[in-house]
């Protein structure tokens, strides 16, 4: 009854006083907040939070959201028509408010109330000129004063423009240098807005005070034109002196000569704030700025000092970081460019010495990779090519440790994703041109060093390069070499016949069938052929492949073996990784088969290399294989001649670069002489540290088979017949990866059975191998010897894995 009786009063007083419209309101606020100004004392103390103005101010901004939910064809209301109109001017009166910040406070308001305008609204007509001229004032305004309490409010405001001029990149056009006024007049206040709101900003500069009286250089920033300077009148200000005409042409160079961007020369100021919010916020903006998709706008932000100085932050960081960090820590971070700890508020606080420099360092690597990604292709590349002139060229040679820098770049190349950093970054790494570069050769110089933790972290660079590898980096490490098969050499027809009716000699043969560590060997070997056999005939593969598992799976003796030496365990992850390896390289200019113009490359399946003839049984053990059974050689032998002939004569061959046919046509001109093939320096580098592997640590050990077993999986018929055939016919002086591993099996049959009870120390250190127990790390006694043969044991049944996935995976494309 009585809320019936209060309706009817408010109806009578409606009829008698109608209320005010939407206009009316907004009017009535306005006027308020004028009126606040007008009786304004400049002693007062009060903050602006203390008064009325905040909230007249925000019921404008209602008013206008609430009067364009009502518009549903589109137009603009009566509201924010008077603002577009200039018949209230309340964007001027924000920026006056945010260049005088009366009262305290008054600054940080006008820039949420700006931002929040901008967003709150579906259509805030930026286009207009009484809307972005005092917006353009603003964020002049804003910049006028580095690091200042409202960096949070001037950068939202930025970002909340680089959104509306993503949603309609025409806006971009605003914050040229044509459309933005003369910088003097956007730093004044206009003379209707200074009698609207009658407050000078004032200077609080002492006076008479020396330490004030410094004559600072002006921030970079500042001396950046946002504006056309007229020529003439620029050079007169000069005085024609020599110097000053000098620095005029310089200047005029650099920052006049083209159009300018607002909003990334803005946006930049803020990359060095202490604030790290400020910051990503900065950088979502250049980010975002970056990504539109007009050339004029991409050429706008290369010919601004955007790359240069986002580069040169990543340097300083890069410099930062304390010379002696654990390169192990570095491997360990996992940071993204929005990343921002907990513990960062707390600047006592680290998780490891170097762990702050190193965190910022990386979080920026990634902004950048990121930028890449988004960026316009314009931007992109010249992006990569400061970050190859300031980043690549210059840190790493001024590096304090080359250890630390070896895992830092390292580190760097595995996080990049953005294809033209690396590019670069191979480039950088292998050169170009017919000579060897120099940082390669240095990366070698290192492996080869005795400084094994120097060792380790280049052998994790490397790792890194032919994971990221690109076609270039790969054809300058290895490919180069073997596109001519200059390690390829025919044998004597004599040789093979001599070496034949050495094994077949009954009387050799039985005197060493009398050793009965031969004839535990050869049961080893058959347990071997039959795993080999059943695998093969689960696969469904050629049997011409048994050999080269065999010859794998049989370098390491049987009385050194620490495990069962099969290679099923190794099948899945060699089928993942080569299915991985043929779709990275499916665009590369790679030949699918073998180009031989000799037809003896058929004898690669000769008699002579197969794993019956292993040359450490015959100089340790004094032993010798039975002759296997007339079918089994018959059946082996006609394998061999369709297999290889088949191969020889289905060829499809690509051009190699230019870089290879150099060394193609070096080694076809000394093809019929006995020179030693050059494996290139890497190669060299490799062999040399595989054949020294039971003098190294097993991380170094485990680091350089990794590194193997990846060139291995790559789909190249040249680098596949070198690395991955052990039967290869070659010179002496030639060196394999089969040859290799068959001195270093040499060796260690050699020098463990001097162990005492070496058996028992080979198991239980696969043992404490095998479990990853961090604490086995941390002992110092270790056994390189035994380690060695336990990574040489596995590494050999990796190859045989990746030798069988790679056989199978050939037979099934020629099905």
Request: hydrophobic share 35%; glycine share 2%; proline share 5%.
């Amino acid at each position: 009854m009585l809320s019936r009786f209060s309706d009817v009063l408010q109806t009578a007083a409606d009829v008698l006083a109608p209320p005010p419209t939407r206009l009316e309101d907004f009017e009535y606020h306005w006027k308020m907040v004028l009126n606040f100004y007008r009786n304004y004392d400049e002693k007062t103390k009060v903050h602006i939070e203390d008064t009325r103005v905040p909230h007249h101010l925000h019921q404008m901004l209602q008013l206008i959201v609430d009067e364009e939910k009502e518009q549903n064809d589109g137009t603009v209301g009566p509201c924010l028509e008077s603002i577009i109109q200039r018949s209230i001017s309340l964007l001027d009166v924000l920026v006056a408010l945010a260049s005088v910040d009366r009262p305290p406070g008054a600054r940080a308001m006008a820039l949420s109330l700006a931002t929040a305008l901008l967003r709150r609204t579906r259509r805030p007509c930026i286009n207009s000129a009484h809307v972005y001229r005092p917006l353009q004032r603003m964020l002049v305004q804003c910049n006028e004063s580095p690091a200042s309490p409202t960096e949070k409010e001037e950068v939202e405001l930025l970002l909340t423009l680089c959104g509306l001029v993503r949603k309609e990149t025409g806006l971009a056009n605003i914050f040229t240098t044509p459309f933005v006024e003369d910088k003097a007049s956007l730093l004044s206040i206009p003379k209707d807005i200074q009698t609207l709101i009658p407050i000078k900003k004032k200077l609080h500069t002492p006076k008479k005070n020396p330490l004030f009286e410094v004559n600072m250089t002006p921030s970079p920033m500042k001396t950046v034109s946002i504006v056309r300077i007229n020529k003439d009148d620029n050079c007169q200000q000069s005085n024609s002196s020599g110097d000053d005409h000098e620095s005029c042409k310089s200047q005029k160079t650099v920052n006049e000569d083209n159009d300018k961007f607002l909003l990334i020369d803005l946006l930049l100021s803020y990359l060095n704030s202490a604030d790290n919010q400020v910051v990503l916020r900065a950088c979502e903006g250049i980010m975002i700025v970056s990504s539109l998709p007009e050339d004029d706008i991409a050429n706008l932000v290369t010919s601004s000092p955007a790359c240069e100085t986002i580069i040169d932050k990543l340097v300083n960081k890069y410099r930062a970081i304390p010379s002696d960090v654990d390169p192990n820590d570095v491997d360990h971070l996992n940071i993204t460019w929005a990343y921002v700890a907990q513990d960062f508020g707390d600047k006592s606080y680290n998780r490891f010495h170097g762990y702050r420099e190193l965190t910022s360092f990386f979080s920026w690597l990634d902004y950048v990779d990121t930028l890449m990604k988004e960026c316009h292709p314009t931007i992109s590349s010249h992006l990569a090519r400061i970050f190859r002139c300031h980043f690549l060229d210059a840190v790493p040679e001024a590096a304090s440790g080359a250890v630390l820098s070896s895992a830092l770049l390292a580190k760097c190349l595995r996080v990049l994703d953005a294809s033209d950093l690396i590019q670069e970054f191979s480039s950088w790494l292998v050169g170009e041109g017919e000579c060897e570069w120099s940082v390669l050769l240095s990366l070698v110089d290192n492996c080869l060093t005795d400084k094994h933790d120097l060792t380790l972290e280049t052998l994790r660079f490397f790792e890194a390069i032919i994971e990221k590898g690109t076609e270039h980096s790969m054809e300058r490490l290895v490919l180069s070499r073997v596109w001519s098969r200059g390690y390829y050499h025919s044998p004597p027809n004599g040789a093979l016949q001599d070496e034949r009716d050495r094994l077949n000699d009954v009387s050799h043969a039985r005197e060493r069938e009398r050793n009965r560590e031969a004839m535990q060997q050869m049961q080893h070997e058959e347990k071997i052929n039959s795993q080999v056999s059943e695998l093969l005939n689960d696969g469904g593969t050629d049997c011409d492949i048994h050999r080269v598992i065999n010859s794998f799976l049989l370098v390491v003796p049987r009385a050194l073996l620490s495990a069962p030496g099969d290679c099923e365990h190794y099948l899945h992850d060699a089928h993942r990784h080569y299915q991985l390896w043929l779709d990275i390289t499916s665009t590369y200019n790679w030949p699918t088969e073998l180009n031989w113009n000799d037809n003896t490359a058929s004898s690669t399946h000769s008699y002579d290399s197969r794993p019956e003839a292993d040359i450490h049984l015959d100089d340790v053990f004094h032993t010798v294989h039975r002759q296997k059974t007339d079918k089994c050689q018959n059946d082996r032998s006609a394998n061999k001649s369709n297999s290889d002939i088949d191969t020889e004569k289905s060829i499809r061959h690509k051009d190699p670069c230019p870089f290879s046919q150099a060394l193609v046509h070096r080694h076809s001109e000394a093809s019929n002489s006995e020179e030693e093939f050059d494996e290139g320096p890497f190669l060299r580098m490799i062999f040399k540290l595989l054949s020294s592997m039971p003098d190294q640590p097993y991380q170094v050990n485990l680091h350089l088979t990794s590194i193997i077993s990846k060139l291995a999986l790559l789909p190249h018929p040249y680098l596949h017949e070198y690395l991955l055939n052990p039967n290869l016919p070659t010179a002496k002086k030639t060196r394999t990866l089969y040859k290799t591993l068959q001195e270093v099996a040499k060796r260690l049959t050699m020098e463990v059975p001097r162990i005492k009870n070496y058996k028992k120390i080979i198991e239980n250190t696969r043992q404490q191998l095998m479990s990853e127990d961090p604490a086995y790390d941390e002992i110092g006694d270790h056994n390189q010897l035994v380690e060695s043969l336990i990574v040489l044991e596995e590494f050999c049944k990796e190859l045989a894995a990746i030798a069988f996935v790679k056989y199978q995976h050939m037979a099934q494309m020629n099905c």
